[in-house]
């Protein structure tokens, strides 16, 4: 069983990442690396990107992957 340590370890390793590369690195279902990632999140160790300027450098209107806005990758959350 995949721990949150591990989770935190492997994107401390790639800055950030998404759940896909979560998954498949670690092994584990997506549903079930969603929930620990969520648990990550409350427990203020990780942070959601703000991808809304992620290919066009201003928004999701003008991008032409637009129907993909769904997409999520987190990093670690550092404290101030």
């Known amino acids: 069983m995949v721990s949150l340590l591990q ?3 492997l994107i401390a390793l790639y800055g950030q990442t998404d759940l896909e590369l979560l998954s498949e690195q670690l092994n584990t279902p997506k549903p079930l690396m969603q929930a620990m990632v969520e648990k990550l999140i409350a427990m203020g160790k990780l942070e959601e990107v703000d991808m809304s300027a992620c290919l066009t450098g201003t928004s999701c209107k003008g991008c032409p ?3 993909d806005c769904s997409h999520h990758v987190y990093k670690l959350k550092h404290l101030a």
């Open 65 to 67: 992957e637009s129907t």
């Open 7 to 9: 989770i935190r370890d």
